[in-house]
């Protein structure tokens, strides 16, 4: 009896030693995105089931199961497509093909340019250029001569316009040209450079370093050092560099080891932030304020109309709040990831159009004056690296081209450019500016009856589809057809410098417009009435069957 009393005594007693724990996780699992962005090991999982297969001629044009006449349209329109491309820059897409042999970030974007079902037929028979020679305004040019209106904005870099970052680089080079490359010893320009930094962040000390990777994962090694705590925090579709820690999920060979992927705007994240021990850091890319809780879009992913976006600026700033009073509450360190939007938004970046206060702050791009740099600007108490009460307890970071005085010089002739009082005035009425230009996007293109709408953060724009379809990523190809130039990632993410006249605006408006039309007519949005529920059904039906069956209609195997 004595014994079985114990027993349960101890079972009682374990059990309640548990409770607290099992709350803890449940909280965790709560607290993480329904979607697999917030469950990295399960994504890996399932990305692994999925089977490599391309559609042959006649699943590329018929997946939706169109009509025999729209097929037509569709067939003579790309092969129209394919030619006007090919006739008007042959160098160009020479000098690209042979860049292709080389060049395996070249491979890749070429190859996750579109869904991947589509991309073998796609590359046999359409070729995009990915060589420019020149860029003058708003424009570039390739190496044919054919002008394009920039919606590329060189990936977060071209804030105050190309013009702008070429006389920087030109500058920052006559200034460190009496000491040229010398490594290790600093160019009396860092002092300026700091200081400037540390005025626009509003934080007491800054370190350089190569990239805005790099410099993401100084900050948080810094944040765990100083809390002596081990994970970090990101939120579900928020990008913060290609490292191993911050790329949960598709695109990482292993899943992040101490990483939380938590729901963005949501109490059930706050409660795990405030009941858990563990958290050193979170990490916040101002960007997400776009898309919530949804991944960085591209039009490889587009497989149907389901992309959503839009800003409503008063909630994202009252959840920022209430991110900070709780990781000042908690002692987690608040990094806000500026380093795409950095000085895009307003002159002091996210903290002052969201009115947040961070512990630090990590630029890159703009600030580098169109040379690569990471900054990170922090706490002083946080970017110590050493401890003076264990003298072998440190926490290195050293990188031997970190501020190196080119990219200095053109980082002081950028702060420079930036105080000038056109630049300034690049800065009044920026949100109203742009809010205004993507209203009239919208209505040009409700005037001209296409399934198609954009949505922005400032000068940052994504384009959404209104009607349920395969193939809106061929709208890339319709733009470039058009004078537009877009990234790899297509209509996902357009980037405007804040050099954009309003009629250069206007200008591109009207070719905006016209590619879009001659998508429509060609027929690609003529597809049977559907659903994007329907449409991802069937997709998924079809990725079964060459799972397990190793066949389908309308395809072959890429091998």
């Known amino acids: 009896m004595d014994d ?11 059990l309640a030693l548990s409770l607290p ?13 329904r979607s697999l962005a917030g469950h990295s090991r399960m994504a890996k999982r399932v990305v692994a089931q999925i089977p490599g297969y391309a559609y042959d001629e006649a699943g590329f044009f018929g997946s939706d199961g169109a009509a025999p006449e729209v097929l037509a349209r569709r067939r003579t329109g790309f092969a129209r497509l394919a030619a006007t491309l090919a006739e008007r820059s042959p160098r160009t897409l020479e000098a690209t093909a042979a860049a292709r042999e080389s060049l395996s970030d070249l491979q890749f974007t070429n190859t996750y340019r579109v869904p991947f079902q589509y991309g073998p037929y796609l590359r046999e028979h359409l070729a995009t250029g990915s060589v420019l020679s020149a860029s003058s305004g708003v424009q570039v040019e390739d190496l044919d001569g054919n002008r394009f209106y920039d919606l590329t904005g060189s990936y977060g870099v071209n804030v105050l316009g190309y013009d702008a970052y070429k006389d920087c680089i030109d500058e ?4 460190a040209r009496e000491l040229g490359p010398v490594l290790g010893a600093y160019h009396p320009g860092v002092l300026e450079a700091a200081g400037r930094i540390r005025a626009l962040s509003g934080l007491d000390e800054v370190s350089f370093h190569m990239s805005g990777t790099e410099a993401v994962m100084q900050a948080v090694r810094l944040a765990r050092y100083h809390t002596r705590r081990t994970h970090l925090v990101r939120f579900a579709g928020a990008y913060h560099g290609w490292w191993e820690d911050v790329q949960p999920g598709p695109g990482n060979p292993l899943p992040p080891r101490e990483t939380y992927t938590l729901r963005e705007g949501d109490e059930r994240t706050l409660r795990v932030l405030r009941t858990r021990r563990d958290i050193a850091c979170v990490l916040v890319n101002p960007l997400q304020a776009l898309h919530p809780n949804s991944a960085a879009p591209a039009d490889a992913s587009l497989v149907d109309s389901g992309r959503g976006a839009g800003v409503d600026r ?18 987690i360190v608040l990094i806000l990831d500026e380093v795409f939007t950095g000085f895009r938004l307003a002159r002091r970046g996210a903290q002052e159009y969201f009115r947040v206060r961070a ?6 791009k703009t600030l580098g004056g169109g040379l690569p740099v990471g900054v990170v600007c922090g706490r002083r108490d946080l970017m110590r690296r050493w401890r003076d009460e264990r003298p072998a307890d440190v926490c290195f970071a050293r990188g031997t081209f970190n501020s190196h005085p080119y990219v200095i010089g053109a980082m002081n002739a950028f702060l420079d450019r930036f105080e000038r009082p056109e630049t300034r005035a690049l800065y009044e009425g920026l949100d109203e500016r742009w809010n205004r230009r993507t209203a009239r996007m919208n209505a040009r293109l409700s005037e001209a ?26 709208l890339q190809f319709y733009l470039r ?28 408006v009207g070719q905006f417009v016209t590619a879009a039309r001659s998508m429509q007519s060609d ?3 003529d597809g049977p009435e559907t659903t994007n529920g329907s449409i991802r059904r069937r997709l998924l039906a079809e990725m079964l069957r060459r799972r397990f069956r190793g066949g389908g209609t309308g395809s072959t195997a890429t091998g």
């Open 449 to 474: 009856g296409v399934p198609v709408r954009v949505a922005n953060l400032g000068s940052i724009w994504t384009v959404l589809y209104t009607r349920p379809a395969r193939y809106n990523w061929l």
């Open 314 to 331: 008063a909630a994202y700033t009252e959840w920022l709040r209430r991110l900070r009073e709780v990781c000042t509450e908690r002692g």
């Open 481 to 508: 057809e058009h004078g537009l130039a877009l990234s790899w990632v297509g209509t996902g993410r357009l980037i405007f410098g804040l050099d954009w006249s309003d009629d250069d605006f206007e200008a591109m």
């Open 523 to 525: 027929g690609w949005w």
């Open 172 to 175: 920052g080079a006559a200034r």
């Open 21 to 33: 724990r099992v709350r803890r996780r449940l909280e965790l699992s709560r607290a993480k995105h």
């Open 359 to 364: 512990d630090m702050v990590v630029y890159g």
């Open 4 to 14: 079985t009393y114990t027993l349960s005594a101890i079972a009682l007693g374990a």
